[in-house]
C-alpha cells in the first residue's frame, strides 16, 4: 500500500473511532436533552435546505456512519444531504469490500525472505543457470524443496525451460539401456592464439557423468582409439558405445573397441539428434564453460576443462536425475522452505566465480 493510500485509511479509521465515541457519550444523556438538541439542528438544516446550499462531498468516515445509523433509525424521511439511492449504493458498496475482505485468498505461506534473496543471488552470481537448475541446487545442496516456477518468480531474469524432441523410439532403446551405454562426441574450441585444439569426451548415459576426456591438436584415428584403451577396463557392465559417422571413428578403432567387448551404435548420417545425451553435454560445455572464457594456451584450457569436468560430475544437479549428482552425492533431508536456524549456506566458487557450488554448514557456536 502506497503512503498516500496508508493516510486516507488511517484518517478515516480515526473519524469513525471519533464518532463512535460521541454515539456512546450521546447514548447516556437524557431523552429530552436529544430531543431537542435533534430539533434544535433540524430548523439550522432547515434554513440550508431553503437556500439550496450544496454541501460538500461526503467522505469515507461519513459515508460509514450514516451506514450504520440508517440500521438504527428511519432514515427515509430525515435524510437531505444525498439521495435515498445514494445512501443504498454506499450500503451496496460497503457489503462488496467486507465480502472482499472475507473471501480473500489464503494461498500458500510465501517463501521467507532470505531465502528469496538467496535465489536471486544464486541468479546473478551463475549467469548461465535457469529456475531449474537453481531448483535443483537448491533441493540435492541444501535439502529446500522449491518448485521451478517459484524460483522464476524471484530470479532477477526470466529464463524459460528449453524444450527438446528427441525420437520416441531410440531414446526409449537408450532408456532402457542407459546403464550400459556409454556415448562420446568431439568438438572443436580455439585459444587465444587462434590454436584449434579437438577435445574428446565419453559420458556414461545412465549416470551423465563425464567418464572420459582428453584433446589434441591433430586427430587421428590411433590417437581416438588409445582413449579407449585408456577408459575400458573390461570391468564394468558397458555393453553399447554410440558415435557418429566422423572419419576419426575409422574401422580399425571400431575393431579395436569390439575387442573391448562392446557394441558398436553408429548413428544415421547428419542425425546430431540420435546421439542427444553427448551433444547435450556438449552444448552444456560451451554455455557452461567455454562461451565465457578465453584459453590462453593448452595448459590453460586443459586446466579449465579440469575444473569444469569435477564440478559437471561432482557438484552440478541434474533434471534428468531427479535432479541429482552423477557421481551419486546423496541429499539433505527436505527442510521445506527453511534454512535451519543454527546453519548457513556457504559457497564455494568454480572457474573463478563463473559458477558457485552451494552447501549447508553449521554455524560454529
Same mark, same amino acid.
Given at each position: 500500500?502506497?503512503?498516500?493510500?496508508?493516510?486516507?485509511?488511517?484518517?478515516?479509521?480515526?473519524?469513525?473511532?471519533?464518532?463512535?465515541?460521541? =454515539?456512546?457519550?450521546?447514548?447516556?444523556?437524557?431523552? #429530552?436533552?436529544?430531543?431537542?438538541?435533534?430539533?434544535?439542528?433540524?430548523?439550522?438544516?432547515?434554513?440550508?435546505?431553503?437556500?439550496?446550499?450544496?454541501?460538500?462531498?461526503?467522505?469515507?468516515?461519513?459515508?460509514?456512519?450514516?451506514?450504520? &445509523?440508517?440500521?438504527?433509525?428511519?432514515?427515509?424521511?430525515?435524510?437531505?444531504?444525498?439521495?435515498?439511492?445514494?445512501?443504498?449504493?454506499?450500503?451496496?458498496?460497503? =457489503? /462488496?469490500?467486507?465480502?472482499?475482505?472475507?473471501?480473500?485468498?489464503?494461498?500458500? %505461506?510465501?517463501? %521467507?525472505?532470505?531465502?528469496?534473496?538467496?535465489?536471486?543471488?544464486?541468479?546473478?552470481?551463475?549467469?548461465?543457470?535457469?529456475?531449474?537448475?537453481?531448483?535443483?541446487?537448491?533441493?540435492?545442496?541444501?535439502?529446500?524443496?522449491?518448485?521451478?516456477?517459484?524460483?522464476?518468480?524471484?530470479?532477477?531474469?526470466?529464463?524459460?525451460?528449453?524444450?527438446?524432441?528427441?525420437?520416441?523410439?531410440?531414446?526409449?532403446?537408450?532408456?532402457?539401456?542407459?546403464?550400459?551405454?556409454?556415448?562420446?562426441?568431439?568438438?572443436?574450441?580455439?585459444?587465444?592464439?587462434?590454436?584449434?585444439?579437438?577435445?574428446?569426451?565419453?559420458?556414461?548415459?545412465?549416470?551423465?557423468?563425464?567418464?572420459?576426456?582428453?584433446?589434441?591438436?591433430?586427430?587421428?584415428?590411433?590417437?581416438?582409439?588409445? /582413449?579407449?584403451?585408456?577408459?575400458?577396463?573390461?570391468?564394468?557392465?558397458?555393453?553399447?558405445?554410440?558415435?557418429?559417422?566422423?572419419?576419426?571413428?575409422?574401422?580399425?578403432?571400431?575393431?579395436?573397441?569390439?575387442?573391448?567387448?562392446?557394441?558398436?551404435?553408429?548413428?544415421?548420417?547428419?542425425?546430431?539428434? #540420435?546421439?542427444?545425451?553427448?551433444?547435450? &553435454?556438449?552444448?552444456?560445455?560451451?554455455?557452461?564453460?567455454?562461451?565465457?572464457?578465453?584459453?590462453?594456451?593448452?595448459?590453460?584450457?586443459?586446466?579449465?576443462?579440469?575444473?569444469?569436468?569435477?564440478?559437471?560430475?561432482?557438484?552440478?544437479?541434474?533434471?534428468? &536425475?531427479?535432479?541429482?549428482?552423477?557421481?551419486?552425492?546423496?541429499?539433505?533431508?527436505?527442510?521445506?522452505?527453511?534454512?535451519?536456524?543454527?546453519?548457513?549456506?556457504?559457497?564455494?566458487?568454480?572457474?573463478?566465480?563463473?559458477?558457485?557450488?552451494?552447501?549447508?554448514?553449521?554455524?560454529?557456536?
Amino acid at each position: 500500500m502506497t503512503r498516500p493510500r496508508f493516510h486516507a485509511a488511517a484518517r478515516t479509521v480515526l473519524y469513525v473511532l471519533a464518532d463512535v465515541v460521541r =454515539f456512546v457519550g450521546e447514548a447516556v444523556r437524557s431523552h #429530552a436533552q436529544l430531543a431537542a438538541e435533534n430539533l434544535f439542528l433540524k430548523k439550522q438544516l432547515a434554513l440550508y435546505v431553503e437556500r439550496q446550499v450544496k454541501p460538500r462531498r461526503a467522505d469515507d468516515a461519513t459515508r460509514i456512519v450514516l451506514v450504520a &445509523l440508517s440500521g438504527l433509525i428511519e432514515w427515509c424521511r430525515i435524510l437531505t444531504i444525498v439521495k435515498p439511492d445514494t445512501l443504498l449504493r454506499w450500503h451496496r458498496k460497503g =457489503f /462488496q469490500l467486507f465480502w472482499r475482505w472475507k473471501s480473500r485468498p489464503r494461498g500458500r %505461506p510465501r517463501v %521467507p525472505a532470505d531465502l528469496q534473496a538467496l535465489i536471486a543471488e544464486m541468479a546473478v552470481s551463475n549467469h548461465t543457470w535457469g529456475e531449474e537448475r537453481i531448483a535443483a541446487e537448491l533441493l540435492v545442496k541444501l535439502g529446500i524443496r522449491v518448485s521451478p516456477r517459484t524460483v522464476r518468480r524471484y530470479m532477477p531474469t526470466r529464463r524459460g525451460p528449453r524444450a527438446g524432441t528427441p525420437s520416441q523410439r531410440w531414446s526409449t532403446f537408450v532408456r532402457n539401456h542407459a546403464s550400459a551405454v556409454l556415448a562420446c562426441d568431439s568438438f572443436i574450441t580455439i585459444t587465444a592464439t587462434f590454436r584449434v585444439f579437438y577435445v574428446s569426451v565419453v559420458m556414461e548415459v545412465g549416470t551423465r557423468r563425464i567418464r572420459h576426456w582428453n584433446m589434441t591438436e591433430h586427430p587421428t584415428a590411433e590417437w581416438t582409439a588409445q /582413449q579407449f584403451r585408456m577408459l575400458i577396463s573390461g570391468d564394468e557392465p558397458h555393453r553399447f558405445l554410440i558415435h557418429d559417422r566422423d572419419s576419426i571413428y575409422s574401422a580399425e578403432v571400431d575393431r579395436t573397441i569390439t575387442a573391448m567387448g562392446l557394441t558398436i551404435l553408429k548413428t544415421p548420417v547428419r542425425s546430431p539428434q #540420435a546421439n542427444a545425451f553427448c551433444e547435450r &553435454l556438449i552444448g552444456t560445455i560451451r554455455r557452461e564453460c567455454l562461451d565465457w572464457v578465453i584459453p590462453l594456451t593448452e595448459d590453460h584450457l586443459r586446466s579449465i576443462l579440469r575444473a569444469w569436468v569435477a564440478h559437471y560430475n561432482r557438484g552440478r544437479p541434474h533434471a534428468s &536425475l531427479g535432479p541429482g549428482i552423477p557421481d551419486g552425492a546423496n541429499a539433505p533431508v527436505s527442510l521445506g522452505h527453511r534454512i535451519p536456524g543454527d546453519h548457513r549456506v556457504a559457497t564455494q566458487p568454480v572457474l573463478g566465480g563463473l559458477h558457485h557450488e552451494y552447501r549447508l554448514e553449521r554455524i560454529a557456536a
